[in-house]
């Protein structure tokens, strides 16, 4: 199981982003000020680090410095409300990975993750997610459903591969809301209920089931094909 360190000090966008990658199999740790997160880099233990700029005591650049003059290798994703051209060149020069500016999408972030990670351990990801007779190519981003090709827009392509990144688990509209469309999310929102209605019309009624009072779920494919 992969280990996350988030250097992050606005808790609100810690917790957000903790819970995120908690429910994608990510074990997670946060620390809040530069010194703590400096201390946590330098113990080893993380696959990589979530980097926040601005943060109290020493800043997001020194505690990058200081990593890389110790030659902590972590890969590094910098998160900062900062934009301009100066701070993303000083930041990749100082040995930072990559560079989000905030507000950002968890699935971009999730995405960035997933792909620091993989190309450090050198080991490939499926391009492909299935569940029966349905499948995602995340390179085309296309679903076939029984041999048939079905055209996604965005935000209902990085719902579908929420699913399937998860066959048979019970999403919750609150978990749904934060991954899909971000930390801003109105929770008394029902955008999850449209854009599951869209691709039930578009997969078939069955491809996604909801749980009165839970959530939804994709279900698992019986011996026959996907369950209904």
Not at 14 to 36: C, E, H, I, M, P
Not at 86 to 112: C, H, I, Q, S, Y
Not at 129 to 156: I, K, N, Q
Request: one cysteine or more.
């Amino acid at each position: 199981m992969n280990r996350v360190l988030i250097a992050e000090d606005e808790e609100r966008i810690a917790s957000f982003v903790q819970k995120g990658l908690r429910a994608n199999g990510f074990t997670t740790t946060v620390a809040a000020d530069g010194d703590a997160a400096l201390a946590h880099a330098l113990s080893g233990g993380f696959d990589l680090m979530l980097l926040d700029i601005g943060l109290p005591g020493l800043d997001g650049f020194s505690v990058l410095r200081q990593m890389r003059e110790a030659r902590v290798g972590v890969p590094v994703i910098v998160l900062t409300a900062r934009d301009s051209v100066r701070d993303t060149v000083a930041g990749l020069e100082g040995g930072a990975d990559d560079w989000m500016t905030k507000p950002f999408r968890f699935e971009e972030l999730l995405a960035r993750v997933r792909l620091r990670i993989r190309t450090a351990a050198g080991a490939p990801e499926a391009t492909v997610l299935r569940s029966g007779d349905l499948s995602l190519d995340l390179r085309t981003r296309r679903a076939h459903t029984g041999g048939a090709r079905v055209d996604l827009t965005a935000r209902e392509f990085t719902l579908l591969e929420l699913f399937l990144r998860h066959p048979g688990q019970v999403l919750s509209r609150e978990q749904i809301l934060s991954q899909v469309w971000g930390y801003d999310f109105d929770p008394g929102s029902n955008i999850v209920d449209v854009y599951v209605r869209a691709l039930r019309r578009k997969l078939g009624g069955g491809c996604v089931e909801t749980l009165r009072g839970m959530g939804y779920r994709l279900p698992t494919p019986g011996p026959e094909g996907r369950s209904g």
